[in-house]
């Protein structure tokens, strides 16, 4: 059984960063394709960032680039998303997701069969 934890959120001031991390176990993390998503309340969860098996491409949503990094060390069965220059509409629960059948997954949230529990980040004007 696969297993996602999310760490590294919380309340942070406009224009600051923060780094979440999801931990993976119960599989080969380098057999994951892996995505971060987030969903704010009253609205549908929507694509952050998606990073293939090896690392090797990646995906941002609009208005994620230039702000937020994706990277994975399969070594250490780590995810991780940098945040930077965050804005008060960046307040979401976070959400890492795995898809044990393609390489890459991109944007569709319907390609990812592990979710984990969410990591909470508020950002205040």
């Known amino acids: 059984q696969v297993q996602l934890v999310e760490s590294g959120g919380g309340l942070v001031q406009a224009g600051a960063s923060l780094r979440l991390s999801c931990a993976a176990s119960?599989?080969?993390?380098?057999?994951?394709?892996m995505g971060w998503f987030r969903q704010a309340p009253g609205k549908e969860r929507e694509f952050v960032a998606a990073?293939?098996?090896?690392?090797?491409?990646?995906e941002y949503a609009d208005s994620m680039k230039g702000r937020f990094i994706i990277s994975r060390d399969n070594m250490k069965n780590t995810l991780v998303l940098q945040m930077n220059s965050l804005k008060p509409e960046d307040t979401a629960v976070y959400y890492c997701?795995?898809?044990?059948?393609?390489?890459?997954?991109?944007?569709?949230?319907?390609?990812?069969?592990?979710w984990g529990q969410g990591t909470q980040v508020t950002v205040s004007s």
């Open positions: 990073i293939s098996r090896l690392g090797v491409s990646s």
């Open positions: 997701a795995g898809d044990p059948n393609r390489a890459y997954s991109g944007s569709y949230p319907t390609h990812y069969a592990y």
């Open positions: 119960g599989r080969t993390f380098s057999s994951l394709a």
